[in-house]
């Protein structure tokens, strides 16, 4: 009995304990709450419009009379108006039912006194009868002068935390009276263990009152657990967060709304330190003072404020708290419970407002526009500071003139005044207006009309821009645009846009390029097979190297490389490629400019050759000078040998023979001159056409092969090297013969052609003669076709390799080109463009080779004593004396010495280059000085610069290029002296 006893009285203890520690809780979750509430500020452009027209509160602009001058959505919806009818209706009769309008024109009436009223709670009614209760809070709009002109007032709903509050305290009273009662029961319980201590029989009873004790308990757990639940519901459906903490700052109890706000569960909050956990590091530590002392009972709760908390993912968040003080039975604090309202976007909201109201300031104070106001009758009450710098006037000094007055042409100013009657403002209405000097500035208006709250109309505001550069602009940009766009159609590149790696648009210079339609571009991707090889030349497959490429570029790094495409027909060509990021709105793509470089990377080949010729040329100069003199000697003598041989006809023979040896090392010599700086041809007016017969025809002699010629009856002449040229054509009829062993026929057609800028063709723009020559021989080989002009290629078992590569030399230093265009076995075609003469007649050809004789004494400067002996010789046998000098030094004394003794020479022969000391360059500029009238001849194989091409211009007569025989010589004499052919 004494064990079942004990065992019952621990349990009355348990339970009471039990209880006790739920009335702990339920008082710590049963104060009041109340929903925070914010004060908008009055609109300030477009972004505070759309703020209160979208803002959940109700918002309403009241009159001073107090008619509502304005409501927002929220405030409409509620009342069950459309847009407009709430304008001019009483505030008072309209929201108000009649049990609160006495409280409602107190509040106004208060509100007049102190200028603005906060969070004062009042009931409102819907349309439909609905009643609700709200926060309400007005702020007055005042005018410059300070006088009132409307009030702002905000209604912030509170029903639903209102009836949150008023379960919570019904929680509350039932809670107390559940104590009570268990406080009651603990007496009876007391008792009960005394009278069982007294008595058997008052234990029996004692247990049965503990059983229907213990009855009641399991009730009052069963009731506290069903409205512990229905106080979390509504705890978790408020639309505000609801945070509850014991006095060490651990949260006790938060709803589902404040769980989501801070970032996690319920359960993953529920005893974490407050202050720790949710306050920045930067409050923490003022924070849990105010709290620790209110907790000591120090302080008094402040019933709202805001500040921000860090949520669990580390962000900041505003948060509108109101807070009450939770307490025992005995009046101590043990916690508080806090509804609070996050408001981080209307913080934003705010901070984005007063920001844009200060930068508004500033842009009207430092706008280069002109911002102004006028009243009804059109006079300027105010005008920003930019009208000194637009007009040249002073704020002040128009300020109080009629707007109409500095119209250019006020029939503008009615017409703009009509348009803000029709439509209430005007964009972009553009007029002169007279500036201060006079003068007139053209502006471009935006004005509204400004109304009062009755609707009518007290004003005009507006901004006006100088676009005077730009009116200028205007008519220069309309007389150009048929420039600029002529200009885009006919851009030399190609342009596509692509979405990521396929061809959305192109332009048609893309289709020219790829010689195809735009639907064979559009749709496809770069590397598609009709757009590109499979493999580019550096090996790479073109699908993995065009995508790395596009994706750099998409990445915003420009790519710029070079790409092999294909035409339409297969065939490859050179492009440049430039790839650039672009964005249509937030849509990427890639801007593709499309160079055809086929042109360019002929002309770089063509440099090549050019530069690998000029190195050969400074080896081979120097041979064939040294050489030609020499040459020049032998041939000489042996030219004279045959004039004087009187012997038989077997030497005769034999000195043709070698005269037809010195004229092949002649040949020799002169193509490797072509390459030195010496190979400067010697030019001409001309007639291609007899050139080009006489070297084809000695060309084709012996041959099974014939020539066609197609010559066009207006050819225009050339300024051409005959003998270069001859020896041109010659290497290009002997290679088509050696590629015809079978027999066949040579065409050769000559036309004139034009040149323009845009025709991709190795030379610039201008009149050009057309040489082709055609043959049906064997072809070239692809691989061979890029070296077949590079020096000492070839692939004949005999040969120099010289032939083609001095016929290229020839052709660019005569300004013009030479290209061939082949196909293994069906024959090879050279094309040759020189420049056409700017002269019309053309010089002709010597008509006799007999020796032309003089007289006279002819001094002759070189410094090779062969070369002196054989002009000597020559000279002596035309009739001439010959008087030598080794340099230019010794030629002018000598010159000058003659003159003196009036022995005068009838001409001089000078050689071009004397190492180590004066050349006839200069010297014949010394002999000009002694005798104007000297008739001077230069004579050279090879020269440092062009002298011998344009001889006249450098004082001489004629040329006499080495090695020369007695016959160019007597050709040369008579053509200086005057004198005529004989024998």
């Known amino acids: 009995m004494a064990t079942k006893a004990s065992d019952q009285k621990k349990t009355k203890k348990q339970l009471i304990a039990e209880l006790a520690r739920l009335r702990g809780k339920l008082a710590r979750a049963g104060g009041p709450a109340a929903g925070g509430g914010g004060r908008d500020r009055p609109a300030a452009g477009a972004a505070y419009e759309r703020f209160f027209e979208n803002n959940p509160d109700h918002c309403y602009m009241v009159s001073a009379s107090g008619n509502i001058l304005c409501a927002n959505r929220a405030a409409r919806a509620f009342l069950g108006l459309k847009k407009n009818e709430e304008i001019g209706k009483s505030m008072i009769t309209t929201v108000y039912p009649r049990k609160s309008r006495a409280r409602a024109r107190d509040l106004f009436a208060l509100w007049r006194t102190k200028g603005k009223l906060h969070n004062e709670e009042i009931t409102i009614e819907s349309a439909k009868g609905v009643e609700k209760t709200v926060l309400l809070s007005v702020d007055t709009l005042k005018n410059r002068k300070g006088q009132v002109i409307s009030s702002i007032s905000v209604q912030r709903d509170i029903t639903e935390r209102k009836r949150a509050e008023e379960e919570l305290r019904s929680v509350h009273t039932k809670l107390d009276a559940a104590a009570q ?211 040249g006037f002073a704020p002040e000094e128009v300020i109080g003139r009629k707007m109409a007055s500095y119209y250019v042409n006020p029939v503008q100013r009615e017409d703009l005044l009509r348009r803000l009657g029709e439509n209430g403002s005007v964009q972009d209405f553009e007029a002169p207006i007279r500036a201060k000097d ?73 289709t020219e390029v790829f010689g195809c339609d735009k639907k064979d571009i559009v749709h496809c991707r770069p590397f598609d097979t009709h757009l590109s090889p499979q493999v580019q030349p550096d090996g790479r497959d073109s699908k993995t190297k065009a995508l790395e490429k596009i994706d750099a570029a998409l990445g915003g790094e420009p790519q710029f490389f070079e790409w092999t495409h294909l035409h339409c027909d297969g065939t490859p060509f050179d492009a440049e490629i430039c790839l650039n990021r672009v964005t249509d709105g937030d849509h990427p793509l890639v801007l593709a400019i499309v160079r055809d470089i086929s042109h360019r990377k002929r002309a770089e080949e063509e440099l090549s050759k050019m530069q690998r010729l000029e190195s050969l040329g400074l080896l081979a100069g120097g041979i064939a000078h040294d050489f030609n003199n020499l040459l020049g000697g032998l041939f000489g003598y042996v030219d004279m040998a045959r004039v004087y041989c009187d012997m038989d006809e077997q030497a005769r023979k034999y000195l043709e023979y070698a005269m037809e040896a010195f004229r092949r090392a002649k040949g020799l010599t002169q193509q490797l001159l072509t390459f030195s700086k010496g190979g400067a041809p010697v030019k001409k007016t001309a007639s291609l056409a007899p050139v080009v017969k006489e070297a084809a025809q000695l060309a084709m002699s012996g041959s099974t092969v014939r020539c066609m010629f197609d010559i066009a009856d207006d050819l225009w002449p050339a300024e051409i090297d005959e003998g270069q040229i001859n020896q041109v054509i010659n290497n290009m009829i002997i290679n088509a013969r050696h590629a015809m062993a079978g027999g066949g026929t040579i065409e050769i057609r000559l036309r004139n052609m034009t040149a323009a800028d845009g025709d991709e063709l190795p030379v610039g723009p201008g009149a050009y003669v057309k040489v082709e020559i055609v043959d049906q021989g064997t072809g070239i080989p692809r691989e061979h076709l890029a070296k077949i002009f590079d020096p000492f290629f070839t692939t004949k078992q005999q040969g120099s390799g010289l032939g083609l590569a001095t016929s290229y030399s020839i052709i660019k230093k005569h300004g013009g080109c030479i290209e061939v265009n082949s196909e293994l076995g069906r024959g090879s075609n050279f094309t040759i463009l020189l420049p056409a003469s700017e002269h019309d007649g053309t010089v002709q050809r010597a008509a006799s080779r007999g020796l032309v004789r003089g007289s006279g004494r002819v001094l002759v400067m070189d410094d090779e004593n062969i070369v002196l002996e054989m002009a000597g010789e020559m000279l002596g046998k035309l009739g001439y004396t010959a008087v030598c000098a080794r340099d230019g030094a010794e030629a002018i004394e000598r010159y000058r010495e003659a003159m003196e003794a009036g022995t005068p020479f009838v001409a001089v022969i000078l050689d071009l280059t004397i190492p180590a000391g004066m050349g006839g360059k200069d010297a014949v500029q010394e002999l000009l000085k002694i005798d104007p009238a000297v008739k001077a001849i230069v004579s050279s194989g090879y020269a440092d610069d062009p002298v011998l091409a344009q001889f006249e211009k450098h004082g001489f007569k004629g040329v006499a290029v080495k090695p020369y025989r007695i016959h160019d010589l007597s050709s040369v004499m008579a053509g200086v002296l005057g004198h005529s052919a004989g024998r």
Not at 270 to 283: C, D, E, I, L, Q
Not at 456 to 477: H, N, P, W
Not at 486 to 510: K, Q, S, W
Request: a positive charge.
């Open 181 to 391: 009662q268990l406080a009651a029961e603990e007496q009876q319980l007391r008792s009960a263990n005394q009278q069982l201590l007294a008595h058997e029989q008052q234990l029996r009873s004692a247990n049965q009152q503990l059983s229907a004790a213990n009855q009641q308990l399991r009730a009052a757990n069963e009731d506290l657990r069903i409205e512990r639940n229905r106080a979390q519901q509504y705890l978790d459906v408020a639309g505000v967060m609801m945070v509850a903490m014991d006095a060490r700052g651990r949260i006790t109890l938060i709803n589902r709304r404040g769980a989501s706000i801070l970032g996690g569960a319920e359960k993953s909050i529920v005893g974490k330190n407050w202050f720790s956990t949710f306050v920045p590091a930067r409050m923490r530590r003022d924070v849990r003072a105010v709290f620790d002392a209110l907790m000591a009972g120090r302080g008094e709760a402040v019933e709202y404020y805001e500040n921000p908390v860090v949520t669990l993912r580390g962000k900041e968040r505003i948060i509108a708290w109101h807070n009450v003080i939770l307490r025992d039975h005995q009046g101590r604090a043990i916690g508080t419970l806090s509804s609070g309202q996050d408001i981080t976007h209307r913080v934003k909201a705010e901070q984005d407002l007063q920001e844009s109201e200060r930068r508004f300031r500033e842009l009207v104070e430092r706008i280069s526009d002109i911002v102004y106001r006028t009243d009804a009758a059109g006079t300027i009450t105010y005008m920003s500071p930019s009208v000194k710098r637009v007009f």
């Open 438 to 510: 006079g003068s007139a500035v053209w502006v471009s208006t935006n004005a509204h009309l400004v109304t009062d709250a009755d609707g009518k109309i007290v004003g005009v505001e507006g901004a006006s821009r100088d676009i005077t550069l730009r009116r200028r602009a205007e008519q220069a940009l309309r007389d150009s645009e048929e420039r600029y766009r002529t200009l885009f159609e006919t851009a030399g590149d190609a342009i596509a846009l692509m979405e990521r790696d396929t061809f959305v648009d192109c332009n048609p210079r893309m």
